[in-house]
Nanobody
Framework: QVQLVESGGGLVQAGESLRLSCAAS????????MGWFRQGPGKERQFVAQ???????YYADSVKGRFTVSRDNAKNTVYLQMNDLKPEDTAVYYC????????????WGQGTQVTVSS
């Protein structure tokens, strides 16, 4: 059974940094691309960043240059380093994995709240 557990969220001031972690189990972690998404108040879940099994990374335009996604296959963990946080980054952050055959992200963690005050 695939399980994803996020941690590292919190309340910070604008300009500060946070690092989110997502620990995965129940899958051959190194074989899967992993993604970070977020859902702000009253908004739909949106893509933030992803990292492929080979380590290639992709980012939403809104976070390019500020966020960095990385993975440690030995620890079955994916990270999201968030620098220069802005109030508009306030959201629940989820990690996900496209585990099924559709290629879409279909397994999610419970989410971790990030709140950025101005």
């Amino acid at each position: 059974q695939v399980q994803l557990v996020e941690s590292g969220g919190g309340l910070v001031q604008a300009g500060e940094s946070l690092r989110l972690s997502c620990a995965a189990s129940g899958l051959t972690f190194s074989s899967y691309r992993m993604g970070w998404f977020r859902q702000g108040p009253g908004k739909e879940r949106q893509f933030v960043a992803q990292i492929t099994s080979s380590g290639r990374t992709y980012y939403a335009d809104s976070v390019k240059g500020r966020f960095t996604v990385s993975r440690d296959n030995a620890k079955n963990t994916v990270y999201l380093q968030m620098n220069d946080l802005k109030p508009e980054d306030t959201a629940v952050y989820y990690c996900g994995v496209p585990y099924g055959n559709s290629g879409t992200f279909d397994y999610w963690g419970q989410g971790t709240q990030v709140t950025v005050s101005s």
